[in-house]
């Protein structure tokens, strides 16, 4: 199948893996319409239940990279902008929203899931437009997981006494958080609904290149009739990020994002007694027993390095195959490459969908450029990508020792990195010999097996013959240098609670 | 003194590392200056080197010590507390002696010191219990998550209460499963190298806890920036230091906690909280099916 013989080809079409028979997996166009959307010619900050202009009258534009068409002006907060909004949330916290009954709170975080559901659909689309991730994945797993996120929290805000019971759970006050772009609503969703069932005001950052969606939830809570500067969101880049970071008025920093930036973010925090969780990079190990189910192992493989072009923390990027089914495994994994999809985020067909900015392709370019110097072997399923837009081939490279770039660093991309073992001791040295710590998955059918490995993993979530599943009651955080504290669940809810002893 | 008395035996103070004595590497000493200001002993003054070598020791022993059963680390920290009650005179008496250490009176404090072993020990087996869960995912997986020791924790112990605050700190660190580096204040060298001589007979494993005693505030930057240090215990750092300990501590993104409590005596100057702060939570997942 190819570009020029699609029948009714509306959107960019793609050339898949030659080794599919001709027509075997011919899909006819499936676009998602982007009519649900009604985007504005810009957007202010959120402060104080209203959306205002920024002090400095700037502002930046954010596009769709699988275009790179403009979609809309963003306001650009400095700040004077996030002192506003530091100073609504504070006056909101002491005003009303620490002293309102937790039932109250847990009504109106009921509602907003209730209201997210409602208008999924719209969010999704949204999502897919500024962000470039398949709108199979935005519809079917990020906007399930926000609703679910809020649902699974709202109950929890009249209940605190029960999960801390005899400690006293009290809110620490506002709480600044700042996002990433990879999954921009479902990290607002993992940031505000444990800050707002536990009785916080809040100051979101959403990332400069996907602030459209948090913008839009912005909107859903001023319906929702939340009282104003609970929720306030102030968009902009590093600068807003820092300004945040250092205001002398919050109470804690919560922040996902890279291992790097988290770090200056622990420097910036120190001596200052403010509380910090952070939720940073991974280089996630996928070790692959011989007795593994290789279809399947194909399958979670594929998932874990593939979903959401691999801008994922904790993509399981390290691919460790045990000696004796190494060839076999990678043969698999590439025939099922050449039948991955890659191209218009918005057809509902399409399973790798744009890389978020040009920036971030260009990491990946230079990362996987390290990988063929170092010596690495490259597999790229032979696709058609758009003209316009930021696209990256699904990659697998093998022949990868553990000293090389693509083995340490994180790529943050849709690029996979094959080593061996003989031992399971030496797959859990192996997967451990990274200073992250946020993933790891294991595949055999021997459960006895499943359990030691788990056991020695220096990792926050474990998959086991399964990968990058999410829930809202299931904790999630890593160990090392993947960051600290948890989000989800129980444990997720204790980062938000002064509790006593 | 008359003809017929007798000679004291005086104890050299040496460092604690990887289940040995040595004395520093630096070959220097500091003078422990008691409570009535008379000089009591030398004490051992801790260099880099010797941060580093009970870095290594703590880090070679964190996966034996992490792996024994939770039963098997109660009845360690159990058995310190026997030994600590049989030398308790001992203890009571370097206590008294402990400069800046006068806020308790020293039996009471050491007692509480025995008690507190004894209650951190009764906690091995039901951290997992009280900080774990099974959680009730909206798909057919099996979800569980528990609580895992960080690794290796450094701890700049508190100057007083001397024996009571380094219990109090040290104990829910083992309790977790953990490997300790104690960085102490030469004035405390005394209970802090009795207490070694107690963990040395307790079958606590060599490098599972590694004493140093000296200059604690040329000693904790040393600590909190080692990168084989996944913990910081900073209760014994001014607050004119924290900030920069904290920075050096963000280099590997250690977790750190500095305990406000100002009552070592209180009921909540002990709680398995103080073990959650160092150990990471792990969750697995597994599908079920048929």
């Not at chain 1, 622990?266 to 969780?277: D, E, H, M, Y």
């Not at chain 1, 056991?455 to 829930?471: H, I, K």
Request: aromatic share 8%.
């Amino acid at each position: 199948m190819t570009t020029d013989t699609a029948p009714g080809d509306i959107a960019p079409r793609l050339r898949h893996g030659l080794s599919v028979p001709s027509g075997l997996l011919d899909y006819a166009p499936a676009p998602e319409s982007s009519a649900i959307v009604h985007l504005r010619d810009s957007y202010g900050l959120f402060i104080n239940g209203e959306f205002v202009a920024p002090a400095s009258g700037r502002g930046f534009a954010t596009i769709n990279p699988a275009t790179e068409a403009h979609l809309a002006e963003v306001a650009e907060a400095d700040a004077t902008d996030v002192d506003r909004a530091v100073t609504a949330a504070r006056a909101a916290f002491e005003g009303s929203w620490r002293d309102l009954p937790g039932r109250e709170r847990a009504k109106l975080i009921f509602r907003l899931a209730r209201a997210i559901q409602e208008r999924s659909r719209e969010l999704a689309v949204l999502e897919t437009l500024d962000g470039g991730k398949p709108i199979r994945e935005s519809r079917d797993i990020d906007l399930p997981l926000v609703a679910a996120h809020f649902f699974h929290h709202a109950g929890w805000a009249d209940k605190l006494n029960h999960a801390f019971p005899g400690r006293n759970p009290q809110p620490l006050g506002v709480v600044g958080q700042i996002i990433p772009w990879n999954f921009p609503l479902l990290m607002a969703a993992w940031k505000l609904a444990p800050a707002l069932a536990t009785g916080n005001t809040v100051v979101l950052k959403p990332a400069e290149t996907t602030p459209l969606s948090a913008l839009l939830l912005a909107e859903i809570i001023q319906e929702c009739d939340f009282p104003p500067g609970v929720v306030n969101m102030v968009t902009g880049a590093g600068a807003t990020g820092a300004a945040l970071v250092e205001h002398p008025g919050l109470d804690k920093i919560a922040f996902t994002g890279s291992t790097s930036v988290g770090k200056g973010i622990a420097r910036a925090v120190a001596g200052t007694g403010k509380r910090l969780t952070l939720e940073l990079g991974g280089k996630g190990a996928h070790i692959v027993f011989e007795d593994a189910a290789l279809d399947q192992a194909v399958e979670g493989i594929v998932d874990g390095i593939f979903f959401n072009q691999g801008h994922v923390c904790c993509a399981g990027s390290r691919l460790l195959v045990q000696e004796p089914v190494h060839d076999e495994l990678m043969a698999r994994l590439r025939r099922r490459l050449d039948t991955l999809r890659v191209g218009d985020p918005m057809d509902k067909n399409t399973d790798v969908g744009a890389i978020n900015s040009r920036e971030q392709l260009d990491r990946i370019t230079d990362l996987v450029q390290s990988g063929v110097d170092e010596g690495a072997a490259m597999y790229q399923p032979a696709c058609d990508l758009p003209g316009n837009g930021f696209w990256f081939r699904p990659t697998v490279f093998t022949d990868v020792a553990q000293s090389f770039r693509i083995a340490r660093e994180e790529i943050f991309g849709p690029v996979l990195s094959a080593l061996t073992f003989r031992t399971a001791e030496e797959a859990v040295e192996k997967a451990n010999n990274t200073p992250y710590g946020l993933s790891a998955g294991v595949w055999t059918e021997k459960g006895s097996r499943i359990l030691w490995v788990a056991d020695r993993l220096e990792a926050g979530v474990v998959w086991s013959n399964t990968f990058n599943q999410f829930d809202p009651t299931s904790p999630f955080g890593g160990f090392g240098e993947s960051g600290f504290g948890r989000e989800g669940g129980w444990h997720g809810l204790h980062a938000y609670v002064k509790v006593a002893q | 003194m008359s003809d017929d008395a007798r000679l004291e035996v005086r104890k050299t103070h040496k460092l604690f590392i990887g289940g040995a004595f040595p004395r520093s590497e630096s070959g220097d000493t500091l003078a422990v200056v008691g409570r009535d200001g008379s000089v009591l002993a030398q004490a051992s003054k801790a260099s880099r080197k010797d941060v580093r070598d009970a870095v290594k020791a703590a880090a070679g022993a964190a996966p034996g010590w992490a792996e024994r059963t939770a039963y098997n680390r109660g009845q360690v920290l159990y058995r310190i507390a026997e030994i600590l009650a049989d030398r308790r005179s001992v203890f009571v008496d370097a206590v008294a002696r402990t400069a800046g250490d006068d806020s308790l009176d020293a039996e009471v404090e050491v007692d509480a010191s025995i008690d507190r072993w004894v209650w951190y020990a009764g906690w091995t087996d039901k951290l997992a219990m009280v900080l774990g869960s099974r959680n009730p995912v909206a798909g057919p997986y099996f979800n569980v998550s528990s609580p895992v020791p960080v690794g290796v924790v450094g701890i700049v112990a508190p100057q007083a209460p001397s024996l009571l605050g380094l219990t109090s700190t040290l104990a829910p660190v083992l309790a977790g499963g953990n490997t300790a580096v104690v960085v102490a204040a030469a004035a405390t060298t005394l209970p802090t190298i009795a207490l070694a001589e107690v963990l040395a007979t307790s079958d606590v494993p060599a490098g599972v806890v590694n004493l140093l005693t000296g200059a604690q505030r040329e000693l904790q930057p040393w600590l909190a920036g080692h990168r084989a240090v996944d913990g910081l215990d900073a209760t014994g750092v001014a607050d004119a230091d924290i900030r920069a300990i904290e920075v050096e501590a963000a280099d590997n993104l250690k977790r750190v906690h500095r305990s406000t409590i100002t009552d070592w005596l209180a009921d909540d100057a002990q709680s398995p909280w103080m073990c959650a702060t160092f150990l990471e939570t792990r969750t697995v997942w597994h599908p079920a099916g048929r």
